[in-house]
């Protein structure tokens, strides 16, 4: 017999004999698909046994609702995306005129406890191209620590060597950043007025790149595209990195072109003097005063340019808890602008696209308090929806998935091929870290959100700055370092529980859901651990050492 097929097998013609495995292959496989398929997505065997209820309708109906909200974020930023290609037409990038005799300029500089960095700030803006008689440079310091004399030594430097800047010390910090902005102005002289925070390097040609756009009677601000001195400094950093770009890249871009509100970012920005009076002048009553002031002045009619072709470089955050801090006071800041702004956006007389999108722009941290409800429902939403079957879950629970989360990869991944079209690719290394440090923002943004909510006041916390440039550089001061609390143990407990989730959907077999899962657990668990072993475990990149008491030396 086996002689026998084998002759029989060897009596076929060559075509045919190739082709016998991979017919038997292909039967296999879609006999195997099709088990699978009916196992999985036709299968009955709770048919009958399982009928919907009360407490599940009351876990559904939320999850459900959660799901689709965010969905609505997230096909937001595919918009963006859409506005910033389609719009490209509309994108200024240079005045219709210039200004036959420059203007006066005011320059402030708000700096808090900034030792490390004021004297690279003032070297910065020592180089400034533009007529010193044209120049008014103002220090605001609100410092309670050595700075005020590490600042107010380099200005003395910088003002014997002609420099026309003067130094302004307030022994309280009312109204905060705001509140210094708002009393420099009292002695400005400037009919304009450039902002620089203290981790910033304008370069040289900042000002003549920019000042003619006001030759236009109704531009009332032009913001500049921030980048990163340290941008490689740290796996933390690179993610942040990609985050900021993402929003300067396609946000301001795409609003811009759109001709919809987009915001000063409370620096590396010029503003018309003008404007900022006719607005209400800076209040302090939200922790986003730059957004705030912005909206107020689009909604008197002044309108606003964004430069992406000009560069500010700054430094990120290199602690995961400065991050964090920055991140909360954003959040906070943007839902208290929201509650007091969009009742005069929506009520103004504003074309349609621009209230949805003031809508989208003010309540995005939003998200932060649905994705922690969603953390909640998602287990129990899991096993009801594995008795209701798999079918349902393929057809309603991913596509509302990806909607929600494969949204935010591909807005930076765009955001990463326009800045760098030969190596934008590097930055699929770090879309799930940038993903996962989304969710892990959850607890502390939450937070905040809920404090702006319900009109709890806090201070500025002001993001610590070290002048961590390169990965020899160290944090130089640990009393600048902020603690947590309690906040990080949440996050590792919360981390926990979706590995119980990864767990459960392995149990059952439910694959497809295991890549988001995942996101969940490295997102709170990263967050979690960075920071409570921040400045004590080398491999994270950050080091630490006794704080500097003595002035850096000023270079020229």
Same mark, same amino acid.
């Given at each position: 017999m086996r002689l026998q097929s084998a002759r029989f097998q060897s009596d076929q013609p060559p075509c045919q004999m190739s082709l016998l495995p991979a017919t038997l292959v292909l039967f296999f496989a879609q006999r195997g698909f099709t088990q699978y398929f009916r196992q999985h997505f036709l299968d009955t065997t709770f048919k009958g046994l399982y009928t919907a209820n009360a407490f599940d309708m009351a876990l559904l109906i939320p999850y459900f609702i959660v799901l689709i909200l965010l969905a609505s974020y997230g096909l937001h930023r595919y918009t963006l995306v859409y506005l910033y290609y389609?719009?490209?037409?509309?994108?200024t990038t240079t005045p219709a005129q210039e200004f036959d005799d420059l203007p006066r300029v005011t320059i402030q500089l708000p700096i808090f406890n900034e030792q490390f960095v004021v004297d690279r700030l003032l070297q910065a803006i020592s180089r400034i191209e533009y007529p010193h008689e044209r120049l008014d440079i103002q220090l605001l310091d609100d410092s309670t620590d050595e700075t005020v004399n590490v600042a107010s030594g380099v200005v003395e430097h910088y003002a014997s060597q002609g420099l026309p800047i003067t130094y302004l010390h307030r022994t309280n910090r009312a109204g905060f950043k705001a509140g210094a902005l708002h009393e420099g102005l009292k002695s400005a002289k400037g009919?304009?007025?450039?902002?620089?925070?203290?981790?910033?390097?304008?370069?040289?040609?900042f000002l003549l790149k920019t000042i003619h756009h006001f030759t236009d009677p109704k531009i009332?601000?032009? !913001?500049?595209?921030?980048?990163?001195?340290?941008?490689?400094y740290s796996f933390l950093t690179e993610v942040e990195a990609i985050l900021l770009d993402g929003h300067f890249v396609l946000e301001h871009s795409g609003r811009a072109r759109h001709k919809v509100f987009f915001n000063f970012n409370g620096t590396a920005g010029i503003w018309r003097r003008q404007a900022i009076d006719d607005a209400g002048g800076w209040e302090h009553d939200t922790l986003t005063e730059d957004t705030d002031l912005s909206y107020r002045a689009q909604l008197k009619g002044r309108k606003f340019i964004y430069r992406q072709d000009v560069e500010c470089p700054a430094e990120l955050p290199v602690e995961m808890t400065a991050f964090k801090t920055q !991140?909360?006071?954003?959040?906070?800041? #943007?839902? !208290?602008?929201?509650?007091?702004?969009?009742p005069r956006v929506l009520k103004s007389d504003q074309p349609f696209r621009v209230k949805v999108e003031a809508w989208y722009h003010l309540t995005a941290n939003?998200?932060?308090p649905l994705m922690v409800i969603l953390s909640v429902l998602l287990l129990p939403a899991m096993v009801i929806r594995f008795y209701q079957g798999w079918f349902q879950m393929l057809y309603i629970d991913i596509p509302l998935f990806l909607a929600s989360t494969f949204s935010i990869s591909s807005f930076y991944l765009v955001s990463q091929r326009e800045l760098f079209p030969r190596t934008w690719p590097r930055a699929l290394l770090y879309l799930p870290v940038l993903m996962a440090l989304g969710i892990g923002l959850t607890v502390t943004n939450?937070?905040?959100? #809920?404090?702006a #909510?319900?009109?709890? !006041?806090?201070?500025?916390a002001r993001t610590p700055k070290y002048r961590v440039e390169t990965k020899k550089d160290v944090v130089r001061a640990n009393k600048y370092r902020k603690r947590l609390g309690w906040v990080p143990w949440v996050e590792l407990l919360i981390g926990t529980y979706f590995a119980l989730t990864v767990y459960y959907a392995l149990e059952n077999e439910n694959y497809l859901t295991v890549p988001f899962l995942l996101l969940f657990v490295v997102g709170y668990w990263y967050t979690g651990l960075m920071s409570l072993l921040q400045g004590r475990f080398s491999g994270l990149g950050i080091s630490s050492a006794e704080a500097h008491t003595k002035p850096f030396p000023v270079g020229v």
């Open positions: 389609k719009k490209r037409k509309n994108e009919e304009f007025v450039a902002i620089f925070d203290a981790d910033f390097v304008p370069p040289p040609d009332g601000m032009v !913001q500049t595209r921030w980048t990163h001195i340290n941008r490689r !991140q909360a006071r954003w959040a906070k800041g #943007l839902i !208290q602008t929201g509650k007091k702004i969009l939003m998200s932060y939450t937070i905040a959100v #809920l404090e #909510l319900i009109g709890k !006041q806090t201070a500025f």
